[in-house]
């Protein structure tokens, strides 16, 4: 598929940022010009100060050699000691732009410090070094006056180059990118926004500019692959879905034939409790008949009643055999504990669930983030899914909610299972769970006896109650918080 070619327009943000971004690398580049003249014109007043520093010395040199009167006479000490000092100051601060400027002033602390006859001998060489120390940097200062004024010309018409050449660069700049990066990349996004939509169109290379066919020949080979991709993927979501929905009735059948087994326990329970009942009976008509043997044995009645209480004895051993056989089928060993995730095997449970439920029928879940419990892993599964099962036909086929809710109350879990069915009878409520025994016509009353054998193996409580204005609920209470949650 072809797709028509759009004209571009310039947004007005690429507009304005562009011309933002030049005005501030203008704004940048003065800035930086601005620094430099400061740093240049920072040595000027500490430099001015050393100058009048230095002439306030060999102003107090002067002074002291026109104090003195004769060529032996003793210069003023309070003047010398300024002058010293003003020196000294100098020295240390190091002020100064010509280079030899320190050497001036150690020479003439030197001069000033020596032991001589002829102080205004010694006062007229600190002159003449001071003032030759004022000629050097006189001339340093300006020529830093020199180099300053000539950086601010520069500057003046660098600004001024700047000026001019920024509005040119930018519309230079604005109509390169127009024809060379923005149109091309519109056409680009124009297409991105069909390939979201899955509409897989091609672009036409003849009005593509040369240095982007490249990118665009790529993306036209991306789109051929991009639709042969697509067709995969319906394909493999057709055969997945299709496995998932094989899988899932392959797990629903097992969970039916988890039931089935269950229910064969029940049974199994049944018969051990029968069992029980039978072979303690038994047993003692078994005494009996031997205690009657004894007798017949020694001639007091006639030998044939002697064989048939026999046979009868070898009866009931059989009997008795038979049943014990049954007693230890009946006894089965029990699924281990482990720690369960609750919310995970409840959501687990819930989307195989769906699956066995009409469509006119909702499920709710509420639970309890982080709960684990030690638990038969299996039977917490099919116990949950013979109460949801159970409030299933319970809503006779009509639409409706069953809404399941998991809680701790930080020793305990409590698992509730509520529907919008009828509800139970007031003689169900009364007797309770009982074997074999429905609310339903067509029940088998194993559902709740199960759910009942697995909260009794775990020591745990099962509540039964109405709801208003209608519906049913079923409450589990297990002692099953992992040590962690205790």
Not at 265 to 293: F, T, Y
Not at 394 to 402: L, V
Request: hydrophobic share 45%.
């Amino acid at each position: 598929m072809r797709a028509e070619r759009r004209e571009a327009n310039l947004p007005i943000w690429i507009t304005v940022s562009l011309l933002s971004g030049l005005l501030m690398i203008s704004l940048m580049i003065q800035l930086a010009m601005a620094w430099q003249a400061y740093q240049r014109i920072l040595p000027l007043p500490k430099h001015i100060a050393h100058l009048e520093r230095l002439q306030s010395a060999l102003f107090d040199t002067e002074e002291s050699l026109a104090l003195t009167d004769g060529q032996n006479a003793a210069a003023d000490p309070a003047i010398q000691s300024r002058l010293q000092r003003y020196l000294q100051e100098l020295l240390e601060r190091g002020n100064h732009l010509a280079a030899n400027t320190p050497d001036g002033l150690r020479a003439a602390l030197k001069v000033l410090a020596a032991d001589t006859p002829e102080p205004q001998l010694r006062l007229l060489q600190t002159l003449k070094i001071l003032r030759g120390i004022f000629r050097e940097e006189a001339a340093a200062h300006g020529k830093l006056t020199e180099s300053i004024a000539a950086a601010a010309k520069f500057e003046v018409e660098l600004g001024i180059g700047i000026t001019l050449a920024l509005p040119l660069s930018a519309v230079l700049l604005f109509y390169l990118m127009r024809r060379r990066i923005f149109q091309p990349l519109q056409q680009m996004g124009y297409m991105m926004e069909l390939l979201g939509e899955r509409r897989y169109q091609q672009i036409p290379l003849d009005r593509i500019d040369p240095a982007f066919a490249p990118i665009f020949a790529n993306y036209n080979s991306m789109v051929v692959r991009l639709s042969e991709l697509e067709a995969e993927h319906l394909q493999n979501r057709q055969n997945l879905e299709l496995l998932v929905e094989q899988a899932a009735g392959t797990l629903i059948a097992q969970q039916r034939n988890l039931a089935q087994t269950e229910r064969f326990a029940a049974l199994g329970e049944i018969s051990a409790r029968l069992v029980h009942e039978l072979r303690n009976p038994l047993a003692g008509i078994k005494m009996a008949c031997i205690n009657l043997q004894q007798p017949l044995q020694i001639g007091e009645v006639q030998p044939d009643a002697a064989e048939r209480i026999g046979l009868v004895i070898a009866e009931i051993e059989r009997i008795i055999s038979t049943l014990n056989r049954c007693l230890q089928g009946a006894n089965h060993e029990p699924e281990p504990l482990r720690a369960v995730l609750v919310d995970q095997a409840v959501s687990e449970l819930l989307m195989l669930a769906r699956y066995q439920l009409p469509k006119s029928i909702t499920l709710e879940y509420r639970g309890c983030p982080g709960l684990i419990c030690r638990l038969p892993d299996t039977e917490f599964r099919q116990a949950l899914l013979n109460l949801i099962l159970n409030a299933q036909q319970a809503m006779d086929g009509n639409s409706g909610r069953i809404a399941i809710s998991a809680a701790t109350d930080g020793r305990r879990m409590t698992l509730a299972v509520c529907d919008d069915g009828h509800g139970f009878s007031g003689e169900f409520l009364e007797n309770g769970i009982r074997d074999f025994v429905s609310r339903r016509a067509d029940g088998t009353g194993l559902g709740l006896s199960m759910v009942k054998r697995f909260v009794r193996n775990l020591s745990g409580e099962i509540k039964l109650y109405n709801r208003q204005p209608h519906g049913a609920c079923v409450e589990i209470i297990l002692n099953c918080i992992a040590p962690h949650h205790e």
